[in-house]
């Protein structure tokens, strides 16, 4: 786009600024948009679940603008702040909390090569950023003046921290299947059949990616888990006190991140943006094919990776949806008793399969394991090349020269 | 003290010097039925003492009744517990029935219980279904509320409200079913037995809601006498104990002839007259699970009661009968009398002066009582168990502040 | 506040800066063309630096003071990252490769070591005095 | 350079598709353009500069201790950013995870914890903060000049896109030095980490022992409040009967009466 | 149990508190002397046959007539009642004890009549003396408690005496 601009005789600065706006509204309509359609969704599933309607009339058929006549209703709404709160915060805290959720959206692959910023450490910054989300709860908490926002703002805290530990386990799995933590690549290594995604590749990752489902759970503050906002013990939790806008962007922030764990879970365990079957593969697609070609490749992994993101965040609203919910010393529980043992047991076994069986059990189902590894312990030169510079499929083993191993930086004459 | 620290399990050890925090739950609050505000004095996530503040939807009911004829004042008992009104009619009917000493005919006996017990379906719903919303899960309760519309369905056919019914009233009841009534009971009862398999299933059985309520609220078997407890908390704590059964004659005759088994867990076990889920073992007697349990296990019970009922009432052939006059003079002398209400035992007392008025109404709400045990159950608790105990009691604002 | 620091020393040279600085390339171009080199990183380090130990003098509130200890080792990674990338070294100049990078990980990670015990410590010290005010833990004074 | 594929934008037939996959593609913000005009390099380390400096000195200058770990995380946030910007992207996904999510957050647990109205704001005197500006200031000019005297530290930087860092960071830790480090770098050898990363290791767990240590739960000397309900039964009788108290249809004094609000 | 039998039992047990009796009425009911009210009731918990182990109700009715012209008529003394029904779980047996006060202490309006609280006895008492003593106006000694419960702390009147008169105003609400 950046080019085409240029083409148009833009300066270059201005075409790469306009670029990148671009790109961050078209991802925060994704996120936007996108907790529109879920609260929608969750509205219908809810009702499906619960033996009624559900919204039925606004928009016509479904209901389907009814997130939306809610948004502005929102939008109406007085902005109301409690007396005694502290109004910096108790205004910043919904940004923080959203900007976080929308910030982790940066590193997370659409599709193969559609991601906002490939970053080489992407699932550590995802699951960083997520992590912060907590600040703005914390906040909003403690600048509410009242006991029930600190009371699930120190809930929230505490959860969220504790959960961290085990899903950072759980993610370090396939990080060290793929040997690399750039998504794409990790996305790109589970390429082909339905077998070759990561929650096929051994017991052990099957095993992790239902802790994984339950820390992820846990840390976007969903039902059994939700005890930050536990509406029948602390009214709303951290969100008490706000109201309009503002809340809304703790809800938007909500959704964003039950939509970014999803997708998470979906490029590290499901595939990423690859079918169960590949079908680009099989009718001779590829994104050496052509430009048209590689759009069609693009859009077809686009619509996987939504799709699978978007089953998950359905599973979440199953969940909730008939789930109880857990006591804070039963969430700390599961997580220091449970989640954190099982996960590193199942990291410990991942390991060792990955070490013994790198081929899989059945010698039939060879998988193209290893390769990175190769690479790596065959001399000091051998980088992943998990390298923005490097595009097509061929994404294995980049053959550096050993002589050139700095590692750090390829230069170039200025 | 240090001692008393040792003994007590419920105290959790704390770690940060954490200041004690004075916390109103209620009175709007979504977990509290109602407009019941529970001051909490915590110290951070542990309640270390609870305190009840009622009173807030007082209306001076039993000053009302010292004006009313008691016919007049069974609107006013509608209003105790909204959600078993019928029960609340039935009640108070008996009581100035006893103190008239005037006895109902056979047919209004049966459909007094027929109707009774429906009710006590209906309001064990609404008491499962918001216990489950207690406990943070909205579905059941809309499956509740789902069963419990078509009781409403019902009571409206037979008496043309669907909340306040006025319909048992002294000396009988206000009108005679319908035509076809019983058929359609017998319809809703046989489609609602399989559906209670399925509360079991969302709530009963499941693994977290046994973790919430397992070992929680423990009220034993002496301290729920002591508070004077009754219905299904006392029952759940292992007292066997039902007015249907060891009530006065007046009561009890009217289940003449019924066959049923008091809910309560005898020799540590419940009846097993149906297939109910086993106890889990973290659960311990008088604790929330049991006292939610027996509830599940009385909305069997009264189901069958219900069919019973049909059976004679269609059986019996002789009209309805009259109630009394609606300025019938009351005898000198006073009555008091218990009934098996769902919430508990519930008792009203009149003291009759010769004339039409009474001189004194009385309600005692079982719900009242059953409250009062609160503080006890909660002190040392979590917050989050807090409405998981208040929940079990299934309390209803409109009896306690009358 | 954004610029309060920063304007100075790179925006407006010559006013907080020796004036032969202002003959040095790096002030005279335009900042917003030029790339950045190890030196921007140095006077965010120094900034930040600076900030922490006056956050640690000035503070009295024993977490005021944990969070000024951040600070000087974050002023302090800045340095350590800048002098480990190429990138900003330049072409041909030495860096400290990996090694910086390194040690800024183990500043980090002892950061947190050194955060769970000063705030334990600051616990404690609560429980017992009911206060966070470091001027009055004067218990072993003589 | 920027590694993207070369397409064909004119072709308006599918305009969305293309408009798509162009928006995902490698964002320029790490790309140094060749062409006359704005760094984006640099203009995002001013912003991330400003930020990281900005809010530093807040952190100086506010008294609410709340808000002085508010401006921290953002200060470290920022740094963040600056370590991205520096080609260090691990160290600074390491301070976003660690630093900013999981000390601060400690910290500001720690602030909550112990939050009483007389903490939360501790003001420091005007002569403290004198004292304290002037320190700071000199100690400010000292390191830049430091900072300024070195030529070489002078030279602007490279345009060059940094490569990754993560996985010879991974490598050197474990002992494994997949770079050599440039002629005349002060580490010289091949040395790896491995023996500091165990150190460290065995130093964070030592650590967390210690501190669950120190801040253990321990039990009130005291008797608190809950003791002496629990003990209140069978209650000693509190005589209530004053008259006025009574007359006036006042509540009579109680030993719950801590408990009882104003009047609703 | 609810025979002569019982009644010298608690005779026995305590000459002279029970003051009068009716057992041939609805509901039989023993009729106790104020002071010893909370002794009978810990006898009859703890040591009485059948032991009456809960309290189900505190009842006070006032015995008094406003009107006049109809007070004259009336063949009682104007007096507080407080009816108190036991029942026991073991016998699943009722028991109505009366005690008679006096509807002002000293006969001064606005002295209320004291009783000894049974709170000692059966804790649920508690909250049954706090709404008799908010709505009719008895001062339980011994209570640990005392405190309106129904009303506001600030009502004031005790609204089940017959002789109330519904204020018109509280904090600005008219009343009628």
Known sequence: MAEFLIGLGLPGWLAWSIAALVSAVLLLNVIAGGALVFIWAERKIAARIQDRLGPTRTGGRFGWLQSLADGIKLLAKEDLMPEGADGLLFRLAPYV????????????????????????????????????????????????????????????????????????????????????????????????????????????????????????????????????????????????????????????AEY??????????????????????????????????????????????????????????????????????????????????????????????????????????????????????????????????????TSGHNVGVAATDPSDSSGLATRSPR | MSNLIDDDPRIIEFDVRTDEMLVNMGPQHPSTHGVLRLVLRTDGEIVSETEPHIGYLHRCAEKIGENVSPRQWIPYTDRLDYLAAMNMNLGWALTVEKLMRHEVGEKARHLRVLIAELNRIGSHLVGMGAYGLDLGTFSPFLYA???????????????????????????????????????????????????????????????????????????????????????????????????????ESIYTGMYDGYAFEVAVQKDGRYPRDHSYPSVPKEAVLGDCWHRFFVRMLEVVQSMDLVRQAIDRYAACKEPLGEPMKLAEKLPVGDAYLETEAPKGQMGFYVVGNGTSIPWRVRARSSSFSNLSVTHELCRGCLIADVPAIVGSLDIVMGEIDR | MMDFFVAPSILLPGLSMPSCLATVPLFAANPFTEPVGVIHYLVVGAVLFTAGI?????????????????????????????FSSSYLRGEGAPTLGLDGQVVALFVILLAAAEAAVALAITLNFYNNHATVDVDRADDLKG | MTGMLA???????????????????????????????????????????????????????????????LYLVFSLGATAGLFFLAGAEFIGAMQLMIYVGGTLVLLVFGVMLTAQAPLVAIKASSSDRTLAAVAGASLLALLLTAAFSVDAWMAPGSEVVPAPSATPLGMALIGVRVDTPPPGSPAGGRAGYMLPFEIVSVHLLVVLVGAAYLARAKRRKTPRAIDAVASAMPVEPVVASTASGVASGRPAGGAKSALVGGGR | MRGPGFLESIEAAFPGAVVGSQLEALDPWVEIAPARIADVCRWLKTAGEPRFDALECITAVDWFEPDAK??????????????????????????????????????????????????????????????????????????????????????????LRKDYEMPLDYHGIRGR
């Open chain 5, 70 to 159: 109809k007070a004259a008529k009336v063949s009682w003394q104007p007096h507080l009642e407080i009816v108190y029904h036991l029942w026991s779980t073991t016998a699943r047996a009722s028991l109505v004890l009366k005690v008679n006060l006096p509807r002002w202490s000293g006969d001064v309006a606005g002295h209320l009549p004291e009783l000894p609280s049974v709170t000692g006895v059966w804790r649920t008492a508690d909250w049954h003396e706090r709404e008799v003593y908010d709505l009719s106006g008895v001062l339980f000694t011994g209570h640990p408690d005392l405190r309106r419960i129904l009303c506001p702390e600030d009502w004031v009147g005790y609204p």
């Open chain 2, 145 to 247: 509320f789902r069963e419990r519309e078509k009781i409403l369905d019902l009571f409206e056919e037979a008496c043309g409200a669907r909340l306040t019914y006025s319909y048992i009233t002294c000396g009988g009841a206000t009108a005679d079913l319908p035509p076809g009534w019983l058929q359609k009971c017998e319809a809703f009862l046989d489609q609602f037995e399989p559906i209670i398999k399925e509360y079991h299933a969302l709530l009963t059985t499941n693994a977290i809601f046994v973790k919430r309520t397992a070992g929680i609220g423990v009220l034993s078997r002496e301290m729920a006498i002591d508070y004077g407890c009754s219905g299904p908390v006392l029952r759940g704590s292992g007292v066997d104990q039902d007015m249907r059964r060891d009530g």
């Open chain 1, 97 to 252: 909390s959203f900007c976080a959720s929308f910030c982790a959206f940066i590193a997370l692959p659409f599709a193969f090569d559609v991601v906002g910023q490939r970053l080489n450490v992407a699932v550590f910054f995802v699951v960083a950023v997520l992590g912060l989300e907590v600040f703005g709860v914390i906040l909003a908490g403690y600048a509410s003046a009242s006991k029930w926002s600190l009371f699930g703002a120190m809930r929230e805290a505490a959860q969220v921290v504790s959960y961290e530990v085990p899903l950072g386990m759980c993610v370090v799995v396939p990080v060290m299947l793929a040997g690399t933590m750039d998504l794409v690549t990790i996305g790109e290594k589970q390429a082909g059949w339905m077998s070759n995604w990561y929650l096929f590749h051994d017991p052990f990752t099957f095993v992790i990616f239902w802790v994984y489902v339950t820390c992820a759970v846990a840390s976007v503050n969903r039902a059994p888990f939700d005890l930050a906002e536990a509406e029948s013990e602390l009214v709303a939790g951290f969100h008490t006190e706000y109201s309009g806008l503002r809340w809304s962007f703790f809800f938007m």
């Open chain 1, 256 to 389: 964003g991140s039950m939509f970014l764990v999803s997708a998470l879970a979906a490029v590290l365990f499901l595939g990423g943006w690859n079918g169960p079957v590949p079908v680009a593969q099989l009718v001779g697609l590829s994104e050496g094919t052509g430009d048209s070609a590689a759009y069609f490749v693009r859009l077809l992994g686009l619509g996987n990776l939504i799709a699978k993101a978007t089953l998950g965040v359905l599973l979440m609203m199953w969940i909730r949806w008939t789930l109880p919910r857990l006591r804070i010393d039963q969430v700390m529980t599961t997580c220091l008793k449970y989640c954190t043992p099982i996960a590193a047991v199942m990291f410990a076994g991942a390991m060792f399969w990955q070490l013994f069986l790198p081929g899989g059990l059945l010698p039939g189902w060879s998988r193209p394991a290893g390769e990175i590894r190769e690479g790596w312990l065959e001399g000091p030169g051998g980088l992943p090349a998990a390298h923005p510079t």
């Open chain 3, 54 to 82: 006056a956050c640690m003098t000035l503070k009295r509130n024993a977490l005021g003071i944990l969070m000024g200890i951040e600070l000087v080792l974050n002023g302090a990674n800045i340095n350590f990252v800048a």
């Open chain 4, 7 to 69: 397409m064909d934008i004119s072709s308006l037939t599918d305009v969305i598709v293309p408009t798509l996959a162009t928006t995902f593609r490698p964002a320029p913000i790490l790309a140094a353009l060749p062409v006359a005009g704005v760094n984006w390099h640099s203009v995002l380390f001013l912003l991330f500069a400003a930020l990281a400096c900005g809010f530093a000195v807040a952190v100086v200058a506010a008294d609410n201790v709340v808000r002085m770990a």
